[in-house]
């Protein structure tokens, strides 16, 4: 029996191409989740790995749907062979029923753990780049020192209330008093 398992990691993704792969390579069932690969308690993996039984096949469309690590793969494909179960994907051409498709698939696991870790370095690298000329990452202020400084003052005036300086400048009370903060504990330094 060929057990199908799909994943996606964010809303915005959807499953159909894994799921029409997975439907003409003969899955009888397909099980689903939409968590990150890197999370370990994925109900749709659990239950398709739930359903295995010696001699069937554990189906992923990608290696990297199954899980983000080399170690979770190999620990998983070892869970597998140990119960007598196999495990194919589809778009890498692994089919571990096979000698060659277990060293294949350790093989693959390693590069995509490879490319993952590169991704990152060079993430990372862009950032400190950006950092050294001067630009900050994240979400723009809501409010700029000027308009800090101004709220501050009106806040002097023991008849304002923070909720009408917050709706003056256009955000929120909280928004307000966390730029105040952090206004107050630069002054600090």
């Given at each position: 029996?060929?057990?199908?398992?799909a994943r996606v990691s964010t809303t915005d993704q959807r499953l159909?191409?894994?799921?029409?792969?997975?439907?003409?390579?003969?899955?009888?069932?397909?099980?689903?989740?939409?968590?990150?690969?890197?999370?370990n308690d994925r109900p749709g993996l659990e239950g398709a790995t739930?359903?295995?039984?010696?001699?069937?096949?554990?189906?992923?469309?990608?290696?990297?749907?199954?899980?983000?690590?080399?170690?979770?793969?190999?620990?998983?494909?070892?869970?597998?062979?140990?119960?007598?179960?196999?495990?194919?994907?589809?778009?890498?051409?692994?089919?571990?029923?096979?000698?060659?498709?277990?060293?294949?698939?350790?093989?693959?696991?390693?590069?995509?753990?490879?490319?993952?870790?590169?991704?990152?370095?060079?993430?990372?690298?862009?950032?400190?780049?950006?950092?050294?000329?001067?630009?900050?990452?994240?979400?723009?202020?809501?409010?700029?020192?000027?308009?800090?400084?101004?709220?501050?003052?009106?806040?002097?005036?023991?008849?304002?209330?923070?909720?009408?300086?917050?709706?003056?400048?256009?955000?929120?009370?909280?928004?307000?008093?966390?730029?105040?903060?952090?206004?107050?504990?630069?002054?600090?330094?």
């Open positions: 029996m060929h057990i199908g398992y159909d191409l894994q799921l029409d792969a997975l439907k003409r390579a003969g899955c009888e069932r397909i099980f689903t989740d939409q968590a990150s690969g890197a999370r739930s359903h295995l039984r010696a001699g069937d096949t554990l189906v992923v469309w990608k290696l990297d749907r199954l899980g983000r690590t080399v170690r979770q793969l190999v620990e998983l494909a070892s869970q597998l062979e140990g119960r007598g179960v196999h495990f194919a994907s589809l778009t890498d051409g692994i089919d571990t029923g096979t000698a060659a498709g277990r060293f294949f698939f350790h093989v693959m696991a390693a590069l995509a753990e490879m490319e993952r870790d590169l991704i990152r370095e060079r993430t990372k690298a862009g950032l400190e780049a950006a950092r050294a000329r001067g630009r900050q990452g994240g979400r723009p202020r809501k409010l700029t020192a000027r308009q800090v400084s101004h709220a501050a003052k009106l806040l002097a005036d023991p008849e304002t209330t923070g909720s009408d300086v917050a709706q003056t400048l256009g955000v929120a009370r909280s928004t307000l008093y966390r730029a105040l903060r952090a206004k107050s504990s630069l002054s600090k330094l």
